[in-house]
C-alpha cells in the first residue's frame, strides 16, 4: 500500500519519540524506591520509641512517687512527655510515612492493563461505526499506538508529577529529620535529656533512699533496688534505641539528598536507552502499518 | 557573641545534668545525714531545673513538628491528585470508546 507521508504524521511521531524520553529513569526509580523503604524504617522504630520513651518515664515516676520524691507528682507522672508532645512527634512521622507510601505507590503503579481494556473497548467500538473500514492488522496496530501513547503520557505525568513532589518537599523531609536528630541527641536539651533526667532522678533516689531505710524493711529495700535497676536499664535502652534511630535518621537524609539528586540529574544508565530504543521500535512498526 | 550564647544555651542542660550524675555519686559515698539532706535539697533543684528547660525546649520544637506534618500531608495530595491524573488516561479512552459507540448507535438508526 503506497500512502503519502503527510507532514502531521510525521510531527505526531517526533511528538511521540520525544514523549518515549520523558519518563523517570532506571536511577530515578532505584532512588525513589530506596527513599521509601528508609523512611518505613525510621518511621516505624522512631513512632514506636516516642510512645515507649513516654511510657518508660511514667513507669519510673510511679517509682519516684512511691520513694517519696518531693519533685514527682502523682498527677503528673508523665513530666514533659505528654501526649499532647508524644502525639505531634508521631504524627509527623506517620505523615513522612504517608508520604513515602504514596512517593513508592506514584513511581510504581501501572496502568498497563486499564490501558489494554480502555484501548480493546475502543477499538471494538470504533469498528461498529458506519464507514469505518478497518483489517485486522490495522486494527491491532490502532490499538497498540493508543496504548503506547496512553503508557507515554501517563510516564509523563508520573515523571513531571514526582520531580514537582519531590523539589516542593525536600526542605520539609530535612527539616523533619532535624528535629528526630535533635530529640535523640544525647548531646542536645530535648527529648533525650528529659529521658536521662528522669532516669537519673530515679537512681539519685534509689542512692539517697538505700541510705535512709531501715534495714529491718525488707519491702522498702526491694522497691528501692528496683528503682535503681530500673533507672540503669531504662538509660542503656534508650541510648541503644536512640542511637538506632540516629543511624536511620542519617540513612533517610543520604536517601532524601540522593533523590533530589537523581531526580534534577540527566544521567541515564544503559538500561534506559535500551527501553527507549524498544519503545521507537514499537512506535516505528504501529507508524508502518498504519501508513 | 549570640551564637555562643545560643551554644551555652543548647548545652546547659546536659551541664545540669551532669551536675546532678556528680551529686548523686556524692549521695553514694556520704554517711552524714546532715550533708546528705544538702545534697538532697540540691538534686531536688537541680531535677527541676532539668524539668523546666526540657518542658520549655519540647514546647518550642512543637510548631516545627506540626508544620512540617502539614507540608508533608500537602504533598500526598499532590500525589493522590497525581494519581488520580494517571488513572484519568485509561478512563479518557474508556470515554472515547463509549463515544464511538453512541455514534454507531446513531448511525445505525
Known amino acids: 500500500m503506497i500512502v503519502r507521508e503527510t507532514r502531521s504524521s510525521h510531527l505526531l511521531l517526533c511528538s511521540v519519540l520525544l514523549l518515549a524520553g520523558c519518563g523517570l529513569t532506571v536511577q530515578q526509580r532505584a532512588a525513589v524506591l530506596k527513599f521509601s523503604a528508609a523512611t518505613g524504617d525510621l518511621a516505624t522504630v522512631t513512632a514506636d520509641e516516642f510512645a515507649d520513651s513516654r511510657k518508660d518515664v511514667i513507669e519510673m515516676n510511679k517509682l519516684r512517687v512511691a520513694l517519696r520524691d518531693p519533685v514527682a507528682k502523682a498527677d503528673q507522672l508523665d513530666d514533659q512527655f505528654t501526649l499532647d508532645q508524644t502525639r505531634v512527634r508521631v504524627r509527623a512521622l506517620e505523615a513522612l510515612k504517608g508520604y513515602a507510601e504514596l512517593l513508592h505507590a506514584l513511581v510504581t503503579t501501572s496502568q498497563e492493563a486499564e490501558l489494554k481494556a480502555a484501548a480493546d473497548s475502543f477499538m471494538t467500538s470504533l469498528r461498529r461505526v458506519n464507514g469505518v473500514r478497518l483489517d485486522d492488522a490495522q486494527a491491532a496496530a490502532i490499538g497498540q499506538a493508543i496504548e503506547l501513547f496512553g503508557g507515554l503520557w501517563i510516564e509523563h505525568q508520573r515523571a513531571a508529577a514526582t520531580r514537582r513532589v519531590v523539589e516542593v518537599t525536600h526542605n520539609q523531609v530535612i527539616g523533619l529529620l532535624d528535629l528526630i536528630q535533635r530529640d535523640f541527641d544525647p548531646h542536645a536539651d530535648h527529648w533525650s535529656l528529659g529521658y536521662d533526667a528522669t532516669a537519673e532522678a530515679l537512681r539519685g533516689l534509689a542512692l539517697l533512699k538505700a541510705k535512709l531505710i531501715d534495714e529491718n524493711d525488707i519491702a522498702g529495700q526491694a522497691i528501692v533496688e528496683q528503682a535503681r535497676i530500673l533507672a540503669i536499664e531504662n538509660r542503656s535502652r534508650f541510648q541503644s534505641i536512640a542511637e538506632e534511630v540516629r543511624s536511620s535518621v542519617e540513612k533517610l537524609r543520604k536517601a532524601e539528598s540522593n533523590l533530589k539528586y537523581a531526580l534534577q540529574s540527566g544521567e541515564i544508565s544503559v538500561e534506559d536507552v535500551d527501553a527507549y530504543l524498544s519503545q521507537v521500535q514499537q512506535l516505528v512498526e504501529v507508524y508502518r502499518i498504519l501508513r | ?109
Open chain 2, 1 to 109: 557573641m549570640a551564637n555562643r550564647t545560643k551554644k551555652a544555651e543548647v548545652l546547659l542542660g546536659r551541664q545540669l545534668l551532669a551536675t546532678l550524675t556528680d551529686v548523686d555519686d556524692l549521695i553514694e559515698s556520704t554517711h552524714n545525714k546532715n550533708r546528705l539532706k544538702e545534697l538532697s535539697d540540691t538534686r531536688n533543684k537541680l531535677v527541676k531545673q532539668i524539668g523546666i528547660l526540657v518542658d520549655t525546649n519540647l514546647n518550642s520544637a512543637s510548631p516545627a513538628y506540626q508544620a512540617a506534618t502539614q507540608g508533608l500531608q500537602a504533598a500526598s495530595a499532590m500525589i493522590q491528585a497525581a494519581l488520580k491524573g494517571m488513572e484519568s488516561t485509561a478512563k479518557a479512552i474508556t470515554m472515547l470508546a463509549k463515544a464511538a459507540d453512541l455514534v454507531a448507535k446513531v448511525a445505525a438508526v
